[in-house]
């Protein structure tokens, strides 16, 4: 797919990472040890509004999680993820994923 890509182990991480380099997508997993991924994009997005953000813009994120029940992607995008894949995800989800959003990039 030509992508580079960095790997956070917890949404804490994550949140750091964002905060020292820019991204131009993050696929964030909801349940994560330390911070889990709905707080992890609040954090994000609080630095996108203080204007932290690399290109003034605000970055896709993409929810990768097993909550596959209803309800489960409209939490998702109110907590601020712009788009929901549910386990198991597959190279054609994420490929998916990369077509619908890269416009944002």
Known sequence: MGCSVDTATNGKEAVSMFANLPYNMIFMDC???????????????????EGNSSNGKQVPIIAITANAMRGDREKCLEEGMDDYIAKPVDA??????????????
Not at 34 to 47: C, H, L, V
Not at 92 to 105: D, F, K, P, T
């Open 92 to 105: 054609r989800q994420i490929g998916r994923a990369l077509e619908r959003w890269r416009h944002h990039i």
């Open 31 to 49: 349940q994560m040890p330390e911070m889990d991924g709905y707080e992890a994009t609040r954090k994000i997005r609080n630095i996108e509004t």
